[in-house]
T-cell receptor, first 116, second 113 residues
């Protein structure tokens, strides 16, 4: 069975500082990996996804993530955070994309707080 | 273009009551899903559908029923609400194809007393 671990429940970062959110996955085949962001009271918004190819993936809002098969990781990064980045971030792993994303397994989330 | 619309946004039920959470999308997406979100547990898939007339179980289907009579609508039914079903419920839809993102609704916050 597939699983996702986000080891950091809560991270606090100063505005303008760099950010890295950790994600480790377990999956028997080629993983399809996603990062989502959830603002308070809102649904989830897709930041970026990895299916194949270049292991460094660029997403929206200046985020990027790097797939490292040897470490089973898909960490999310941003060089300089903004106050508006405060939210909860979810990593997810999916089954074969031939069947769409309806079988995503989500991590437990990392809450990001930005301080001035 | 409304995207994914969930109703109601909030609901309080008594144990044993039944209720239907509504989800509608106007994007002609084939795939639709229901998740529940609980503190410290992320999102867990309840049921999903790959098209009208086709549904299947996710990770935590017990206590919930779904149907998909049209492409647009994917209601989630609680037949006999239990306190363990207190959660925030999200509906999502997706266009068929391996490179398509999911679109999420804003959620329904459900409390079972």
């Amino acid at each position: 069975a597939q699983s996702v671990t986000q080891p950091d429940i809560h991270i606090t970062v100063s505005e303008g500082a760099s950010l890295e959110l950790r994600c480790n996955y377990s999956y028997g085949a080629t993983p399809y990996l996603f990062w989502y962001v959830q603002s308070p009271g809102q649904g989830l918004q897709l930041l970026l996804k990895y299916f194949s190819g270049d292991t460094l993936v660029q997403g929206i809002k200046g985020f990027e993530a790097e797939f490292k098969r040897s470490q089973s990781s898909f960490n999310l990064r941003k060089p300089s955070v903004h106050w508006s980045d405060a939210a909860e971030y979810f990593c997810a792993v999916g089954a074969s994309p031939n069947f769409g994303n309806e079988k995503l397994t989500f991590g437990t989330g990392t809450r990001l707080t930005i301080i001035p | 273009n409304a995207g994914v619309t969930q109703t109601p946004k909030f609901q309080v039920l008594k144990t044993g009551q039944s209720m239907t959470l509504q989800c509608a999308q106007d994007m002609n997406h084939e795939y639709m899903s229901w998740y529940r979100q609980d503190p410290g547990m992320g999102l867990r898939l309840i049921h999903y559908s790959v098209g009208a007339g086709i549904t299947d179980q996710g990770e935590v289907p017990n206590g919930y029923n779904v149907s998909r009579s049209t492409t647009e609508d994917f209601p989630l039914r609680l037949l006999s609400a239990a306190p363990s079903q207190t959660s925030v419920y999200f509906c999502a839809s997706e266009l068929q194809g391996c490179n398509q993102p999911q679109h999420f609704g804003d959620g329904t916050r459900l409390s079972i007393l």
